[in-house]
């Protein structure tokens, strides 16, 4: 019996050495807050509630301020249908439906779980792609929800956003601090502190970031049986972003995290290590693996 | 879906269950005399075609082997593949067992040969004055749900009745529970 292509055990053990590396920062990290005493507790839960809503809120935020609009099976049946066969294929629940009145070709998910999730696409991505281009590109969305990666982008990122707090505030911390040296001292430690965690971790979450989206199309060859279909549509859609107008591209910066492919793709190796995404051309590369591993698997 | 899975973003395709197709044999009695829903002679099943070789291989076997079945049992046997690439195997047939053993056939050769993971859906015609049931098998779930389409063009389906089938059929048939799970097939060829 012909077993389903399995996972990816690089790209797993490498996964999971990312999220044990940012663990180990985050302890150094809460062990250097610990030491310094008292007066980081009300940050922490600061910046708790704050993800927290931005999670739970995740995709109600990301669809308003993207100009999504939730579309009914009526008004996108294609769409519809081909979420709803992906939905039963993969045993999820059936995501909303939305669609960006843009030209510009992109799809990403939201959502803090497959229960509350989105899928939402561009006009553009419609009317460029075929069906079963369009079919990959709502499987890679599906494998996002379906591995959680909201949720775990979310997490991964909370000690570093409370070292980038500390940063922006040293001033205001540093007056806290109190006058004896001895404080001002724990506020210096705690400030280089923050800025070490914070690279390392900017670093790490990046490189995380880029293994999801690794993990996201392996998940999207399993569920259409078709890795081909995917990297055909992920040319189609990085030809035509490249002759974006600038002024769409700022306006889309802030949301490269949740999109297939960034609006924003540079080129040499540094700018591959500050990405969110893979280059184009390393994930062609991997899904010409996976056509390979699906043929060799007798 | 293990959190395990989910954490390391693993993805596995449940695999399909074909047994719970045969409870069909029997429940027919209870649709057609307490309900009035009359065998269509139409069936078939629907999946996802792969790209590889070997699901190919797989494809081919299972359709030569359906065909020879049906040629036994005097059924008609079409393929056809729809417009999101969908491929479906059409039966025809007056005999309601004959269909059911077919569309299980089909589904068992496909997880035999190691494509079980394509299988969508498997779908069951049954008409009542004018109006069309179609009985829909989700092999990932195991489990029957029904939809009565009004208007293809409008998205429209009779949830009342649907909903007075699902409580009179649910003791007799493994049920979806979950009915945000009753996809609607539209335009479907069955």
């Given at each position: ?72 099976p ?7 249908t081909?979420?709803e066969r992906?939905?039963a ?210 | ?36 829903w009359?065998?269509g002679?139409r069936a078939g099943?629907v ?73 969508l859906a498997a779908v069951f015609r049954l008409e009542k004055?004018?109006q069309v049931l179609y009985l829909i098998f989700s092999?990932?779930?195991?489990a029957f749900y029904p939809f009565i389409p009004v208007n293809d063009?409008?998205k429209q389906r009779d949830n009342a009745n649907e909903m007075r089938l699902a409580?009179?059929m649910?003791?007799?048939l493994?049920w979806e529970?979950?009915m945000a799970r009753w996809y609607p097939l539209w335009g479907c060829p069955v």
């Open positions: 019996m012909r077993r389903q292509l399995g996972s990816d055990a690089g790209l797993t053990a490498r996964m999971f050495f990312t999220m044990f590396l940012l663990a180990a920062v985050y302890l150094f990290f809460l062990a250097v807050l610990w030491q310094a005493g008292v007066g980081y507790s009300g940050l922490i839960i600061f910046v708790a509630i704050m993800l927290g809503v931005q999670y739970y809120f995740s995709d109600r935020m990301v669809l308003w301020s993207m100009g999504a609009r939730e579309v009914s009526r008004e996108a049946p294609e769409l519809h081909l979420v992906l939905a294929l993969a045993d999820l629940p059936k995501p909303r439906v939305a669609v960006v009145p843009t030209s510009m070709p992109n799809a990403f998910a939201t959502g803090r779980n497959p229960k509350n999730a989105v899928v939402a696409v561009t006009r553009g991505i419609m009317e460029r792609l075929t069906p079963p281009e369009l079919e990959a590109v709502l499987a890679h969305e599906m494998s996002h929800i379906r591995n959680r990666d909201m949720t775990v982008l979310t997490l991964a990122s909370f000690f570093a956003t409370v070292a980038s707090f500390i940063m922006q505030n040293f001033f205001y911390f540093g007056a806290f601090g109190g006058r004896d040296r001895e404080g001002s001292n724990n506020t210096m430690i705690v400030y280089l502190a923050s800025m070490v965690v914070w690279v390392i971790s900017f670093f790490l979450i990046r490189a995380l970031s880029r293994y999801r989206e690794f993990a996201a199309d392996r998940g999207a060859a399993i569920l259409t049986g078709s890795p081909g279909q995917l990297a055909s549509a992920l040319v189609k859609i990085s030809g035509s972003m490249a002759r974006i107008p600038q002024r769409d591209l700022r306006q889309a910066e802030a949301f490269n995290a949740f999109f297939i492919i960034p609006a924003a793709a540079g080129g040499n190796s540094l700018m591959e290590l500050l990405s969110t995404h893979p280059s184009l051309q390393r994930r062609l590369d991997y899904l010409r693996r996976l056509e390979r591993e699906m043929e060799d698997r007798r | 879906m293990s959190f395990l899975d989910a954490l390391l973003g693993r993805t596995r395709v449940p695999p399909a269950r074909t047994e719970p197709l045969f409870t069909l044999s029997t429940a027919v009695i209870t649709l057609e005399s307490d309900l009035g009359h065998p002679g099943v999946l996802r075609p792969a790209a590889d070789s070997l699901y190919a291989g797989a494809q081919e076997e299972t359709r030569e082997l359906v065909s020879l079945a049906a040629q036994e049992m005097a059924s008609g046997v079409e393929v056809k593949k729809d417009e999101f690439g969908y491929q479906w195997l059409l039966f025809a047939d007056r005999d309601w067992e004959d269909l059911v053993a077919l569309a299980h056939m089909a589904g068992q050769n496909l997880k035999e040969n190691g494509a079980g993971d394509r299988l004055e004018g092999y990932k779930r195991g063009r409008e409580a009179l649910e003791r007799e493994p529970k979950d």
